[in-house]
């Protein structure tokens, strides 16, 4: 089996924040990869970064052969990915959403019909498919979720917490699609908390915490080099020796709380605004016979120096790759 | 292409599904402006006759020194006459009658003797009544002044012409379409104005910030279409929902115009050789064929320019209510200087205000509604919108390239 992701050093920061720590994986096609981890381990900032909706402050990775810092339009073509935030377009119907989607992807004609139909039979949505989904329920709306996401049947299919709020017969239905996509050959990565249901679905687990991959392996190695009964019982044994180990890393995450501070984007608007205005000033001025020449200038003048700092600030945010 | 016109189709489609969309971007439109126009007009119309048939009461002091006089004023269409008796300031303070005039008790002996009279009038500024009661009193005053005159002029045989030393003859150089033009110029333009900033609002917020509420925006950036893609197709909604609300504001405006709008405005209209002709009371224009060309190009213009502004600006929120606070006082920023150059009188603009966006395409519309083409000032206003509205929209997919903008929670 050929592996379909590859992390390289994967990094990302948010003002200073260290949320993904140079993290490291690879991820093979037929496999259930599990991402486990506490909340604000940083799970979801690197299936985010993985996906290119966020951009790697140092890093990479590969998803089918796609580098995501050079060519994100192509990993986003390979990819699908199922977000904790199940938000669909709730003026429109379930079919109505699909179709959407799968034209962004690139999908027409018979083919996007066979694609929604088969989506619809798999996931068990025809009682409610052409109805408007702000009517839907969590669970019928998660399960449009998940088909908007795999509508161009991708090669990694990425769920983030898909379980998440879901009653029992909604949660088997995700579960038993999990299976059936990864039994196709595709690529499952799933990240979640709930250990049970990891244990339960994952060929491999990477166990994240504090925006680092603690360990990667198969659960029953896992369990046998923990000397542990259950995957949960493993979790909590690797991630409290974790904490042991990185005092640095929760005293950054302290100290960002403590920290307001403006926006750098906001900063570089406001003086643009300022030096539009001083700029707009000087020359309605010099238009003016009762305004001296020399003092629109000078307006002139001053309006130009907030507006070479927010470049230069706007610059110096420009760091990254394109999305 | 194919992607920006699927966001195109989809956010014009969810549009029309909004209810808030849809009554701001077509309803209201098309029933404020002839809301505006009859509303108005009735309200003057109402307030006109409410002044001039406005009964007010006139107190007299001295009244039998005065018989000509007053017998004139009682035939004063809506003039009551009293007598005061006691002090005359607490009858007018305290609205009593609305207006005082004291005639001296040597008033009649003056007059025939032909000498002049000062009469004391005591008005109440505070009272409205007032300030009719003394115009209808002064008109009294300028008839039995012509009484007088006459009579006086008739008993020493001197004709009644001498009075007519210089008397003026005007001839008005513009045409009425040209004088409609005019008056038209002090409204069109902030109408134009208005609705290319206010029609793709409550669209710019929906579509941006309300995608951010609903949590759709990031499935949206998980597809393979790009930021500028997305942003395009988001704008060319928002700019198509500005246009249709501009175009039928505007409709909804000529219609009112042409097809009668109550009391003050009334129905006569003709289409003739190419020209849209329109009269009404008051009002009496006629756009060239090329006035409504220009206007339209520019109008489209202001329109891209104010959608991409309400894009970037509405996607900074996090949500509908947090987007609308942040759009409310940007158009105040964006109008008051478009109502100041448009209410100046007579301001004669220089070159030089032809390169500040909007406010050019105001001045440009003033020009063109009275028939003047400079070709520097079309230009010029038509180079700095197009330079304007293209910077906007690179800005709009600057932002929406910015993580923390897009995912700010």
Request: proline share 3%.
């Amino acid at each position: 089996m050929s592996e379909l992701i590859q992390v390289k050093n994967l990094t990302k920061e948010f003002n200073g924040f260290l949320a993904v720590d140079h993290v490291n994986f690879s991820a093979k096609a037929g496999e259930i990869f599990g991402l486990l981890g506490p909340n604000g381990a940083g799970k979801t900032t690197t299936l985010r970064t993985i996906a290119t909706v966020l951009a790697p402050t140092s890093g990479t990775a590969v998803v089918a052969g796609y580098d995501i810092v050079s060519q994100p339009e192509d990993v986003r073509r390979h990819i699908g990915m199922l977000t904790t935030d199940i938000g669909v377009y709730e003026r429109f119907s379930g079919r109505e959403n699909l179709y959407y989607f799968g034209q962004l992807y690139g999908l027409s004609g018979e083919k996007l019909e066979q694609g929604v139909a088969e989506l619809v039979q798999l996931l068990d949505m025809a009682d409610f498919i052409d109805k408007r989904a702000g009517k839907y329920s969590t669970g019928m709306k998660q399960k449009l979720a998940i088909a908007r996401s795999v509508i161009h049947n991708p090669d990694v299919m990425i769920f983030d917490e898909p379980t998440a709020g879901l009653d029992v017969l909604a949660s088997q239905t995700v579960i038993r699609f999990m299976k059936k996509v990864s039994e196709r050959g595709k690529l499952v990565i799933l990240s979640t908390h709930e250990m049970t249901d990891a244990e339960k679905l994952c060929d491999r687990v990477a166990i994240m915490h504090q925006g680092r991959i603690v360990t990667v392996d198969t659960v029953e190695n896992l369990k046998a080099k923990t000397g542990t009964q259950d995957l949960e019982e493993t979790f909590v044994k690797l991630v409290h020796g974790d904490n042991h180990r990185r005092p640095d890393v929760a005293v950054s995450q302290k100290s960002k709380t403590m920290k307001i501070k403006m926006s750098p984007l906001m900063m570089a608007i406001l003086l643009e605004v300022v030096s539009i205005l001083l700029i707009g000033i000087g020359i309605l001025g010099n238009m003016q016979k009762w305004f001296s020449v020399g003092v629109g200038y000078v307006f002139i003048f001053a309006g130009l120096i907030p507006s070479f700092i927010a470049r230069r600030q706007l610059r110096k945010m420009r760091s990254g790759p394109r999305v | 292409m194919s992607r920006v016109t699927t966001i195109w189709k989809k956010e014009l489609r969810d549009g029309i599904r909004d209810r808030r969309t849809l009554v701001s971007t077509i309803i209201l439109p098309m029933l404020l402006m002839p809301g505006i126009i009859i509303g108005m007009g009735k309200l003057v119309t109402w307030q006109i006759s409410q002044v001039k048939d406005q009964p007010v009461t006139v107190g007299v002091v001295n009244a039998s020194s005065a018989a000509d006089f007053i017998s004139q004023l009682h035939a004063t269409k809506n003039v009551a006459v009293t007598e005061i008796t006691g002090e005359i300031q607490p009858e007018v303070k305290n609205k009593k009658v609305d207006i005082a005039i004291v005639f001296p008790a040597s008033f009649q002996t003056a007059i025939e003797a032909a000498q002049p009279v000062q009469l004391e009038v005591y008005q109440n500024s505070l009272n409205t009544k007032s300030t009719t009661a003394l115009t209808r009193l002064t008109t009294v005053a300028v008839q039995y002044n012509q009484t007088l005159l006459q009579a006086r002029l008739a008993k020493g045989n001197i004709s009644p012409l001498v009075q007519n030393g210089v008397s003026l003859k005007t001839t008005e150089v513009a045409s009425d379409q040209e004088i409609g033009g005019f008056g038209l110029s002090y409204l069109l333009p902030l109408f134009i104005v208005m609705w290319a900033v206010v029609g793709g609002q409550t669209s710019a917020v929906d579509i941006s910030a309300g995608e951010k509420e609903r949590k759709t925006l990031e499935s949206l950036l998980l597809t393979p279409v790009s930021r500028l893609q997305i942003v395009f197709g988001k704008f060319l909604a928002v700019a198509t929902m500005a246009l249709s609300s501009e175009i039928i504001a505007l409709g909804s405006m000529y219609a009112v115009f042409a097809f009668g709008g109550g009391d003050l405005f009334t129905a006569t209209a003709s289409q003739s050789s190419g020209l849209v002709q329109t009269s009404a009371v008051g009002v009496n224009f006629t756009l060239q064929p090329q006035a409504v060309i220009l206007m339209f190009l520019v109008s489209i213009l202001l329109v891209m320019l104010f959608s991409a502004l309400n894009l970037s600006v509405a996607i900074f929120a996090k949500s509908y209510k947090e987007a609308q606070s942040y759009i409310g006082p940007s158009y105040l920023i964006v109008i008051l200087p478009v109502v100041l150059v448009n209410m100046l009188p007579g301001f004669q603009a220089k070159l030089g205000f032809f390169t500040i966006p909007i406010v050019n395409a105001v001045l440009l519309f003033k020009e063109v509604l009275v028939g003047v083409y400079n070709t520097s000032h079309i230009v010029m206003t038509i180079g700095v919108m197009i330079v304007s509205a293209l910077i906007t929209m690179y800005i709009a997919s600057r932002i929406y390239r910015r993580e923390g903008v897009l995912f700010k929670d």
